[in-house]
């Protein structure tokens, strides 16, 4: 029998770079960061729901992409902010484990979903006359589902390998909760979640992203073959989905490797900045590389919503 010593401690304690003087001007750059994001993915959501000319499944699933970094920044941001302003850094175990659930299925729904549309992408301009029948309304929304149902199925199988562990330490060596760095606290074999995660690494890694880079490969031959006008069009619509499968997986592998560097290879403030790239640049930017790429984003979003500000000047003239 175990030792009561190594069980789940009724705490955490994260570690935080010493930022006595400037703690307050970084809790409030990560307020207006959150601030840009929640606006940013809201406002392309609602202008896709709004309009449905917009109904299509590259929008559809745009609107997907954006929901999921809201859902990735609410696991994330709210804990940082009140950490920051607090004393202990600290963090209740359980509160921890559902930290880890909210980040690591936002990491998996994310490649899933850019996954689809990257197959959205190759039915649309490989097999165009296939298009309707394969990527209905009805498919892309089950697409979606299943991308959900595939992160939180294979995270919850990690999360189960992951509670079952005694623990005999309780500072984690990161700001935020996430599964290998509670593992790592350990007192016990954990040969069974290494093969695991070392397996979801290597799917998200490398089984999507091998899947997409074929799909990818296929658009460039016709793309090779066509019109100068269809190749246009078919690259503006490419290009904002390849920016962000391709820093989003550079990112992944930034954050996979330092997981499992020592601690002392690179300094604290840099550890810092890298773990934080995966939940704070794709959320962030995806909404930015959509509505600035996409014109019909960018103009339904700026016709609405300078449609809702004229609507609000005249509702204050109407009262008066």
């Known amino acids: 029998m175990l030792n009561s010593t190594y069980s789940h401690p009724s705490e955490l304690t994260l570690t935080f770079v010493e930022m006595a003087g400037i703690k307050y001007a970084y809790s409030t750059l990560i307020f207006l960061c959150f601030a840009v994001i929640v606006a ?4 392309v959501v609602s202008t896709i729901v709004a309009h449905r000319s917009l109904h299509e499944p590259m929008y559809i699933l745009i609107a997907a992409l954006s929901v999921n970094g809201l859902y990735g920044s609410a696991a994330f941001f709210p804990n940082l902010f009140i950490n920051l302003l607090s004393k202990s850094h600290t963090i209740p175990y359980v509160a921890c484990i559902i930290q880890m659930f909210g980040l690591h299925t936002y990491v998996g729904c994310e490649m899933a979903i850019l996954a689809v549309m990257a197959y959205d992408r190759y039915v649309c301009i490989c097999i165009p006359l296939r ?5 209905s309304l009805y498919t892309v929304l089950r697409l979606i589902a299943a ?17 079952r562990l005694p623990l005999c330490g309780s500072v984690v060596q990161k700001f935020y909760c996430d599964n290998w760095s509670v593992v790592k606290l350990s007192c016990v074999d954990t040969t069974a979640n290494n093969i695991y995660g070392l397996f ?17 490969l296929r658009i460039l031959r016709v793309c090779v073959r066509s019109s100068s006008t269809h190749r246009s069009k078919a690259l503006q619509t490419c290009t904002p989905h390849m920016m962000s499968l391709t820093y989003f997986i550079l990112d992944l592998i930034s954050e996979a490797l330092l997981n499992r560097s020592p601690a002392n290879v690179l300094p604290i403030e840099l550890r810092v900045l890298i773990s934080v790239q995966v939940f704070v640049i794709a959320p962030f930017l995806n909404p930015l590389i959509y509505g600035l790429k996409l014109k019909e984003i960018r103009v339904k979003a700026k016709h609405m919503f300078c449609k809702v500000k004229i609507f609000g000047v005249d509702g204050k003239i109407g009262a008066q």
Do not use: D, H, K, R
């Open 200 to 216: 979801i690494t290597a799917v998200i890694l490398g089984l999507i992203p091998g899947t997409v880079l074929i799909s990818y």
């Open 147 to 163: 991308a959900w149902v595939y992160a939180v199925v294979q995270f919850t199988v990690q999360l189960v390998l992951t509670v």
């Open 40 to 43: 940013s993915n809201c406002a």
């Open 131 to 135: 298009y309707n029948s394969l990527m």
